[in-house]
Structure formats: C-alpha cells, structure tokens
C-alpha cells in the first residue's frame, strides 16, 4: 500500500464515518433500524417508483408484528406518508368493477364508514429495492403499475388502489407522516 | 542540581514552549470530534446488533404465544367433537391433553423468549442512551469548533488590522511606507539644499552682476553719445 492510498484510505473511512453519524431516512437501505411510534422497525426493502419524470422511494419497515410502508415522493415539496396494506376486497366489489369496466378508478371510494375522493392517477415502474443504482438497475425497466390515490376531505387519511396486471389490485390505508416521527437510525450490524 | 538535571530540564521545558507554538486548538478539536464519531460508528453497530436480536425474540415469542392459543384451541375443538360424539371421549381426552402439553411448553417458550425480548430491550435502551450521549457530544463540539474557528478568523484580522494601526506590520507595507516616506524626505531635504545652493550662487552672480552692472550701463550711454556724434546729431 502506498502512502497515498493510506491518505484515500483514510479520507474514505472519514466520510464513510460522517455518513454513518449524520444518518438521515432517505439513506435508509435494507438491514437499517428506525424507531417509530415507540416500536424499533426494520427496513426490509427500499424500492423506487417511476412516474414519468417524477420519482417517489418506498421503504418497507417491519417490527415484531407489524409491517408499514413509508413513502417519499418530492414535488414543490416532500411529502412523507405511511401505510398498511388492506384486503383490496374490502374496498366493495362496485370498486374492481369500475375498474375493470372504465379502466380507471371510482371517482370516490366508501372504506371503514370515511369517504375517499380521488386524487390522482398515476402509471408508473416500480424497481424492488431500485435505489441500487448501477448498471443492472438501469437496464431493468422496473414492473409497470397503475395507481389511484385518494384523500379523505380534510386530508388526513389516505387510501391507494394498485393495479400490477389485469385482475391483479392490492390496496393500501394510512396517513401523513413527518420526518421528526422518526429517530434512532442505524445502519445494519456489522 | 547537577549539569546533567539542567540540561535535562532545559530540554523539557524547550521542547514543551515548540510543542505549545507547534499545537493547533482547532486541528486538536477536530481529531477530537473524529475519535469520538469512531466511538459513536462502534456504539451504533452494537446497538444495531441488539436492537435486530430484540426484534427477532419478540418476533419469536409471539409466534410461540401464538402457537400455544392454537393448541389450546385445538384441545377445545377435540373435546367439543367428542360432546357432540363426533368422536370418542377417550382418544379425544388423550389428543386434547397432548395438545394442552404442547400449549404448556410454547407457553414455557414464550415466557423465555419474551423475558429474552425484554432482556435485549432493556440493554438497547441503555446503548441508545449511550449513543444519544455521544452523540450530543459531537453536535456540542462540533458547534464548539465552529465558534472557535469564527473566533480564531477574527482574532486574525483583528490582529492585522491593530499590527498596521500600531505600525509592526508583519507584511512589510507599512514598514515600505516608512521607508518609501524617508526616501521622499530625504529627496525632498537634498532637492531644499540644490535650492538653497542655486540660491546662494544666484545671489553671488546678480551682486557680481550689479557691480558691473554700472559700468555697462556707461559704456552704452557713451556708445550712445559716439554714434549721435558721427550722425551729427
């Protein structure tokens, strides 16, 4: 080893030590820890959407028995949510019919006695842990979805309908979140 | 004290004053905050490492608490079919306490798993207690060196600009100045002394020349006199 890679050995460590100490969600990777709403989560996934130029981030935390989605998406501005997955059927048959039939979503959807009212519609890719970046993750073209988001009135619930095939629709409920929700971010064990 | 003691401590005390002129509170904190960021890296890998054991046991003990409801359920259904004499009271009665054994030792499992579970939270909050601390630490130093580094700027230009006004300027231009000012007055004192001497010589010539002055002046007017004389005038 020459004296100069000792000194870009160093400079490495030094930064890669500053990145570990200076932790922030959007550096979150599979095996990184996080604690919300009084629980320790794990990140499972860290997958990426793309909507034409937009893109949002998508981290897949699980606890002991829990499991939420936390979404990133930056427009004007970043807008943080969490959700669960929900029984698609739960949404009522009317909904995949119209689906199905109109080739989009319900203008309103009725889940758990609150009213949804669509938001926007959105096709896009998805990349299973896409925020690899690199050769490969620039070659694969991601798997296409279409995707309804709704809101209730005051904004403070959110409902999502996916569509990955022609009778394939998965369904996720949650709400806002905030960055400062969030604390304690680890890197995985070593 | 002996020659030898002297020396010894005149050394010493030498090689502290360069130490002292060599040593840089800023660098000094600097390494600081990077060896206590390399503490932090290994404290955050150890509570990683916990906190991911203390997931998984939790994980774990309701799977087997879970386990034990199932079989508890299981032994109801057999006795249930046996009332409804589904099937025989007996072999249910045998199948319903094995599968009560079964309960009792997942809920054994669980009892373990969960005090395991609670084991491993208690120690990661005490590592992240530690990590917070450390943390703190670094954001109190790091704000600290960035005053430090403020004040060190300041102090610098401060220095310079008090250096020019009391005129022990490092860099030389106000020394330049001085210089360049007792040149020109030395010019200006050399130029005086020509004036004075061209004074002085000019003084001489115009007495000189206002003694003889006269007799030009006479001489003239005779000359005057002589070419009137010729014209007949």
């Given at each position: 080893?020459?004296?100069?890679?000792?000194?870009?050995?160093?400079?490495?460590?030094?930064?890669?030590?500053?990145?570990?100490?200076?932790?922030?969600?959007?550096?979150?990777r599979?095996?990184?820890?996080?604690?919300?709403?009084?629980?320790?989560?794990?990140?499972?996934?860290?997958?990426?959407y793309?909507?034409?130029?937009?893109?949002?981030?998508?981290?897949?935390?699980?606890?002991?028995?829990?499991?939420?989605?936390?979404?990133?998406?930056?427009?004007?501005?970043?807008?943080?949510?969490?959700?669960?997955?929900?029984?698609?059927?739960?949404?009522?048959?009317?909904?995949?019919?119209?689906?199905?039939?109109?080739?989009?979503?319900?203008?309103?959807?009725?889940?758990?006695?609150?009213?949804?009212?669509?938001?926007?519609?959105?096709?896009?890719?998805?990349?299973?842990?896409?925020?690899?970046?690199?050769?490969?993750?620039q070659?694969?073209?991601?798997?296409?979805?279409?995707q309804?988001?709704?809101?209730?009135?005051?904004?403070?619930?959110?409902?999502?309908?996916?569509?990955?095939?022609?009778?394939?629709?998965?369904?996720?409920?949650?709400?806002?979140?905030?960055?400062y929700?969030?604390?304690?971010?680890?890197?995985?064990?070593? | 004290?002996?020659?030898?003691?002297?020396i010894?401590?005149?050394?010493?005390?030498?090689?502290?004053?360069?130490?002292?002129?060599?040593?840089?509170?800023?660098?000094?904190?600097?390494?600081?905050?990077?060896?206590?960021?390399?503490?932090?890296?290994?404290?955050?890998?150890?509570?990683?490492?916990?906190?991911?054991?203390?997931?998984?046991?939790?994980?774990?003990?309701?799977?087997?608490?879970?386990r034990?409801?199932?079989?508890?359920?299981?032994?109801?259904?057999?006795?249930?079919?046996?009332?409804?004499?589904?099937?025989?009271?007996?072999?249910?009665?045998?199948?319903?306490?094995?599968?009560?054994?079964?309960?009792?030792?997942?809920?054994?499992?669980?009892?373990?798993?969960?005090?395991?579970?609670?084991?491993?939270?208690?120690?990661?909050?005490?590592?992240?207690?530690?990590?917070?601390?450390?943390?703190?630490?670094?954001?109190?130093?790091?704000?600290?060196?960035?005053?430090?580094?403020?004040?060190?700027?300041?102090?610098?230009?401060?220095?310079?600009?008090?250096?020019?006004?009391?005129?022990?300027?490092?860099s030389?231009?106000?020394?330049?100045?001085?210089?360049?000012?007792?040149?020109?007055?030395?010019?200006?004192?050399?130029?005086?002394?020509?004036?004075?001497?061209?004074?002085?010589?000019?003084?001489?010539?115009?007495?000189?020349?206002?003694?003889?002055?006269?007799?030009?002046?006479?001489?003239?007017?005779?000359?005057?006199?002589?070419?009137?004389?010729?014209?007949?005038?």
């Amino acid at each position: 080893m020459g004296l100069f890679d000792r000194f870009k050995n160093k400079a490495q460590h030094d930064a890669q030590v500053d990145s570990i100490t200076n932790l922030t969600l959007t550096s979150m990777r599979p095996g990184f820890l996080v604690d919300y709403d009084l629980k320790t989560w794990e990140v499972k996934a860290a997958n990426r959407y793309e909507w034409g130029s937009m893109i949002s981030l998508e981290w897949q935390l699980v606890s002991a028995d829990d499991t939420i989605y936390l979404e990133c998406e930056t427009d004007d501005e970043t807008e943080w949510s969490i959700s669960r997955p929900i029984s698609f059927r739960s949404l009522g048959e009317s909904v995949r019919r119209a689906i199905m039939e109109t080739g989009d979503g319900p203008d309103q959807v009725s889940w758990q006695g609150q009213t949804y009212y669509l938001e926007e519609t959105a096709g896009g890719h998805f990349f299973a842990n896409g925020q690899v970046t690199g050769k490969a993750a620039q070659s694969d073209e991601g798997a296409p979805l279409l995707q309804w988001g709704y809101e209730t009135e005051d904004g403070s619930s959110y409902l999502t309908i996916e569509q990955w095939g022609d009778t394939d629709f998965q369904a996720f409920a949650g709400g806002p979140a905030h960055e400062y929700q969030f604390s304690n971010i680890l890197p995985p064990a070593r | 004290m002996s020659i030898f003691q002297r020396i010894f401590k005149f050394a010493q005390a030498e090689s502290h004053a360069v130490l002292d002129k060599i040593e840089d509170p800023i660098k000094l904190t600097e390494q600081g905050i990077r060896d206590l960021k390399n503490d932090l890296q290994a404290a955050m890998s150890s509570l990683a490492d916990v906190k991911s054991m203390a997931i998984n046991t939790r994980k774990q003990a309701e799977a087997a608490k879970s386990r034990a409801a199932e079989y508890e359920k299981k032994a109801m259904l057999l006795l249930q079919k046996a009332q409804f004499e589904d099937m025989n009271m007996a072999e249910a009665e045998r199948l319903a306490t094995m599968a009560l054994e079964e309960k009792g030792r997942q809920d054994e499992e669980f009892t373990r798993l969960n005090a395991e579970a609670e084991q491993h939270e208690k120690m990661s909050a005490q590592l992240q207690s530690n990590v917070n601390k450390i943390k703190s630490t670094i954001t109190k130093y790091e704000n600290e060196l960035r005053t430090l580094k403020a004040r060190a700027k300041t102090a610098q230009a401060t220095r310079k600009v008090n250096e020019q006004i009391a005129k022990v300027d490092t860099s030389g231009t106000v020394a330049m100045l001085e210089r360049m000012k007792e040149k020109v007055a030395a010019d200006e004192s050399l130029a005086a002394a020509y004036a004075d001497l061209a004074a002085d010589n000019n003084s001489l010539e115009n007495e000189i020349d206002a003694a003889l002055g006269s007799t030009a002046k006479t001489d003239a007017q005779d000359k005057l006199a002589a070419l009137k004389a010729k014209m007949g005038m």
